[in-house]
């Protein structure tokens, strides 16, 4: 039986090694929150894993099972697992929500059965499920108040992230032969499957890029009242992942598009600094350092 204590210092590696984006984040959050968010982010990690493991009928029973862990998990029942018995004494700690995390692994089965998706509404509720859901569960680690309004404002945050994830990585998700981006939008700009699943670069390619883009920054423009909704110790981790993550969306453009060739990034000196950044303005108020760019 694994400790709470090491538990909660197995999340932390986890989150140290793997979470890269996500970690950077966390620093600025109190200690106890902090390791929350560890928790939280070995959960999804494992969850998403799972998606990706060789074999498919390995696949559906490894997340049918990670699914029966969780609920036994729920009720206090951890097994031999390294990250439930943190994971749990969060979800009761902070009284998150069972059903987010239901609907996080209802995601994840997605990719188990779907390897396209006809148009955007399809994709959307992929990305609410495996990225939404994550942001309703931060803001309970967080803090928020206007509870409606705060959800709202997070499902939008989370797929503007999870629309910029699909940009990034579309030359990874080519060869495990999946394509995020709806059909109907391929159609519409007249490039296939086929070139896509190739690595092509065309004029048709970069217009629809040019227009998935923009569909992440309606995204993110609808999310930002968020900002004025989350509590002060949490709002520094959300405006650096805002930064962050509309950082590598200049960077695909940056980059005219090409994905393929490159992995849009934001570098580590310049992630560094926007920590800086938002760390020093929490502590300083009335400097404004603070800016989701």
């Known amino acids: 039986m694994v400790s709470l204590e090491e538990s909660y210092q197995h999340c932390r590696n986890v989150a140290r090694n793997e979470a890269r ?20 982010y070995a959960f999804m990690r494992h ?7 060789q074999g498919f009928d390995n696949r559906r029973e490894r997340v049918a099972e990670w699914r029966r862990e969780l609920n036994l998990a729920l009720s206090g029942e951890y097994g031999n697992s390294p990250i ?32 396209r998706y006809p148009r955007f509404e399809d994709a959307r509720l992929y990305c609410y499920r495996v990225a939404s859901t994550v942001g309703f ?26 629309w910029t994830n699909i940009l990034r990585d579309l030359r990874e998700d080519a060869e495990r032969g999946r394509i995020y981006l709806p059909i ?9 499957e086929q070139e896509l699943l190739n690595g092509v670069i065309n004029s048709a390619f970069r217009n629809l890029m040019r227009f998935e883009v923009e569909r992440a ?8 009242p968020l900002l004025k909704l989350v509590d002060q110790a949490g709002l520094p981790t959300l405006r650096i992942m805002m930064r962050i993550y509309q950082g590598i969306l200049e960077q695909i453009e940056q980059l005219d598009y090409d994905v393929f ?19 020093l303005g929490s502590r300083l108020p009335g400097v404004n350092l603070l800016r989701a760019s």
């Open 47 to 53: 969850s998403d894993d799972l998606s990706d493991e």
């Open 184 to 192: 109907e939008d391929l159609e519409r700009f007249h490039y296939s």
């Open 261 to 279: 060739s490159q992995r849009a990034r934001v570098s580590t000196p310049r992630k560094i600094t926007i920590v800086a950044e938002e760390w």
């Open 217 to 224: 920054k309606l995204e993110y423009r609808a999310a930002m």
């Open 84 to 115: 439930l018995p943190a994971f749990h004494d969060t979800v009761i700690r902070y009284r998150i929500p069972s059903r987010y995390l239901h609907e996080l692994i209802d995601g994840i089965e997605m990719d188990l059965t779907t390897t």
């Open 137 to 162: 569960i931060c803001l309970y680690i967080w803090g928020f108040h206007d509870e409606e309004r705060a959800i709202r404002c997070a499902e939008h945050c989370g797929v503007a992230f999870q």
């Open 21 to 40: 984006n996500f970690y950077y984040s966390f620093t600025v959050l109190p200690p106890e929150r902090r390791a929350a968010m560890c928790a939280i």
